[in-house]
T-cell receptor, first 115, second 109 residues
Framework: ETGVTQTPRHLVMGMTNKKSLKCEQH?????MYWYKQSAKKPLELMFV???????ENNSVPSRFSPECPNSSHLFLHLHTLQPEDSALYLC??????????????FGSGTRLTVV | QKEVEQNSGPLSVPEGAIASLNCTYS??????FFWYRQYSGKSPELIMS????GDKEDGRFTAQLNKASQYVSLLIRDSQPSDSATYLC?????????FGAGTTVTVRA
């Protein structure tokens, strides 16, 4: 596989469930990101990992917990979510960190619905 | 003040016309600027990047940057129905990539 792969593509979960989103990049990039995309709103940066180290936590509620075991994999663990957390969650990566002049490559996203 | 602002649209243009999209940003130290295209239900795809004042052309796309006015634009020449999508302006500053809400473009056949 090439590029940035996210699984699952769609997820429906109850407010008391625990689930995880997975992201894998096959580009040899050193930085990975989680973004949240809600309808009619700008993409919201949630977390940044640069060389496996978390460098940004953009005031994200603790019910979202990221994990980056290596520079190719990124997880987003979810628990006790709220209906307003329903959104498209996008993973992205870049070669040379957040300031990479080549921009970021995005995965296809996970469409999350909290019921 | 929003970090990156775009007109939400929709912007409707006839096939073959020029589509003009605008974006303003608030962080004066921003150094790199990007345009992403996002088809409905798909992920954002990078189509243009620009770092210096002036114009940059790539095929039917031209990006324009004016750092003094904190303004970046995208022109799509000879618009095609396949250009119908949401176009996201992104600005790299403060060690993160910030996005506008996007401008939806519809090209009428």
């Amino acid at each position: 596989e090439t590029g940035v792969t996210q699984t699952p593509r769609h997820l429906v979960m109850g407010m008391t469930n625990k689930k995880s989103l997975k992201c894998e990049q096959h580009l040899g990039h050193n930085a990975m990101y989680w973004y949240k995309q809600s309808a009619k709103k700008p993409l919201e940066l949630m977390f940044v990992y640069n060389f496996k180290e978390q460098t940004e936590n953009n005031s994200v509620p603790s019910r979202f917990s990221p994990e980056c075991p290596n520079s190719s994999h990124l997880f987003l663990h979810l628990h006790t979510l709220q209906p307003e957390d329903s959104a498209l969650y996008l993973c992205a990566s870049s070669q040379d960190g957040p300031q990479d002049l080549r921009g970021y490559t995005f995965g296809s996203g996970t469409r999350l619905t909290v019921v | 003040q929003k970090e990156v602002e775009q007109n939400s649209g929709p912007l409707s243009v006839p096939e073959g016309a020029i589509a003009s999209l605008n974006c303003t940003y608030s962080d004066r130290v921003s150094q790199s600027f990007f345009w992403y295209r996002q088809y409905s239900g798909k992920s954002p795809e990078l189509i243009m990047s620009i770092y210096s004042n002036g114009d940059k052309e790539d095929g039917r796309f031209t990006a324009q940057l004016n750092k003094a006015s904190q303004y970046v634009s995208l022109l799509i020449r000879d618009s095609q129905p396949s250009d119908s999508a949401t176009y996201l302006c992104a600005v790299n500053g403060d060690y993160k990539l910030s996005f506008g809400a996007g401008t939806t473009v519809t090209v009428r056949a």
